[in-house]
């Protein structure tokens, strides 16, 4: 994995992100040092966490991952490289970049820049709540750019047809089809048979639990999808399928990167680049939205906000600008002034201490000066008395 990061790394200077196609935890990124857009942690974003949930993606309460993908969220979320296990053949969205051993870095063919100008309607316009993710990807591409209640859906839905626990989808035509299981198990068969009741693969898909959409790629005509849940107490499985259609994805793709934020430079906690907006609109950026954020346009601050409460967003005015983004962690000033203060009181205290151990020293060794010049007279004074039984006493005494 190390020697396909160090590839991309040096064949591409850009900004991306990296995920894997099979993951052993929610933090390889981490792990294995890239970014990446999933995560386990006690402080994660709930707002981005149900960001993912909405768009299909898996989530829970302190995570969220990039388990159920789709071509769109993978643009959204600038996610240029996916590395896998096994050798991918190209095709319409992958194409083989890098390899080592056993894993290999396919390129998304679609990848949007870290930032792009919206519509700034889309928070109002956007139909979020939905429980159905299609639908949610679905109202995205109708109101992104503009709000457009004609406009062609990236998503069909197809009929499912359900026999107690097992489900079934048959293709009318050739399509790239997705489904969305809503009822709560761990694992779930799917096998595609053709018009004859042939299978022609059989695969098993687990972590159901963390609902989350399943790509099933292209199937061909008369083909039949069957769903089976691993699971003897699942008495009703209740799913959403739906088609893609590319025509309609292309055209998204090109008009959300027709305005791109440029990237100039990029730190941990600084971002610069460049925007043409065509007209006033919105720049979304794939980055979490955190306080700690401080826009400026063209040198000049100004407000940041939110899409969702999941990503950060700046308002623009129409024409070329110049944008920076700084980043300092919320409380970070007043933690600054409470460690100062702290190791300020701390040095107190150790200087109080020490005074006060020199003073109790200084006393202990003045008694001791004392007693011993008080011993020395009366030793004195016992040599001097000549009745050895009297000076005996004394001294014993």
């Known amino acids: 994995i190390e020697e396909v990061l160090d590839s991309l790394a040096t064949n591409d200077k850009g900004f991306y992100r990296v995920e894997k196609y099979e993951r052993h935890t929610k933090n390889d990124a981490a792990w294995n040092n890239y970014m990446g857009t999933s995560t386990f942690s006690s402080t994660a974003s709930a707002n981005l966490s149900e960001f993912y949930g909405q768009l299909g993606l898996e989530e829970s309460t302190n995570a969220y991952a990039y388990y159920g993908h789709t071509p769109l969220t993978e643009a959204l979320f600038s996610i240029k490289y996916v590395l896998s296990n096994s050798y991918l053949e190209d095709n319409d969205f992958i194409q083989l970049a890098a390899a080592s051993g056993s894993i290999y870095a396919y390129e998304n063919k679609y990848t949007l820049p870290l930032g792009y100008v919206i519509n700034s309607d889309l928070e109002d316009l956007w139909d979020f709540d939905t429980t159905d993710p299609f639908a949610v990807q679905n109202s995205f591409v109708a109101n992104a750019l503009e709000a457009d209640e004609n406009a062609p859906s990236l998503y069909t839905r197809l009929e499912v047809n359900s026999d107690g626990s097992d489900a079934e989808v048959t293709m009318s035509e050739k399509t790239h089809l997705f489904i969305y299981v809503t009822t709560s198990l761990d694992q779930i068969d799917v096998e595609i048979r053709d018009e004859d009741g042939n299978s ?135 933690g600054v002034a409470l460690t100062s203060l702290s190791v300020i009181t701390l040095i107190c205290l150790a200087i109080v201490d020490f005074q006060k151990n020199k003073r109790e020293k200084m006393k202990a060794q003045s008694i001791e000066e004392g007693n011993n010049t008080e011993n020395k007279k009366f030793l004195t004074n016992v040599l001097k008395n000549r009745d050895t039984k009297t000076a005996t006493y004394s001294v014993m005494v």
Not at 209 to 237: A, K
Not at 247 to 253: I, K, T
Not at 313 to 318: A, F, G, H, K, Y
């Open 200 to 334: 022609l693969s059989m695969d098993t898909y687990s972590d159901m639990n963390h609902t989350h959409t399943i790509d099933l790629g292209e199937i061909d005509e008369g083909c039949t999808v069957y769903v089976t849940p691993n699971d003897d107490e699942v008495t009703s499985l209740q799913l959403y399928a739906y088609s893609f259609d590319m025509d309609v994805f292309e055209e998204v793709f090109n008009k959300l990167n027709s305005q791109p934020f440029e990237l100039i430079k990029r730190e941990d906690t600084y971002v610069k680049g460049t925007v043409d907006a065509e007209e006033s609109g919105r720049l979304l950026m794939s980055i979490p939205y955190d306080q700690g954020w401080t826009a400026y346009i063209d040198g000049e601050e100004t407000e940041t906000s939110s899409l969702k409460g999941a990503l950060l967003t700046i308002d623009i005015p129409q024409g070329k600008h110049t944008i920076e983004l700084k980043y300092t962690p919320g409380g970070l000033h007043i």
